[in-house]
């Protein structure tokens, strides 16, 4: 909303701003949005790693998880 008016004030002429200011609504909450992403990708790659480090496996395909099996059970035996 803030945008459109920045923008039908630049139009207008009743404003003297640069173009990069009055789409900065814009780019703002895309920023904003973009850092939100990384710090929970971030938070999940973390949660994850220590995951592994303990040994629990979340949800993965069934051919995923018979691989794994395969490969404890070869470990075990000494392969």
């Not at 691989?67 to 059970?73: G, P, V």
Request: hydrophobic fraction near 55%; charge should be positive.
């Amino acid at each position: 909303m803030l945008t459109i008016v920045f923008v039908m004030l630049k139009l207008c002429d009743k404003i003297t701003w640069s173009w990069w200011w009055v789409l900065s609504p814009l780019w703002i909450a895309a920023a904003i949005v973009l850092i939100i992403i990384v710090i929970f990708a971030a938070i999940e790659t973390k949660i994850e790693m220590e995951e592994e480090k303990r040994g629990i496996f979340r949800s993965k395909p069934a051919g995923e998880w018979e691989r794994r099996l395969k490969e404890m059970k070869e470990k075990q035996e000494g392969k």
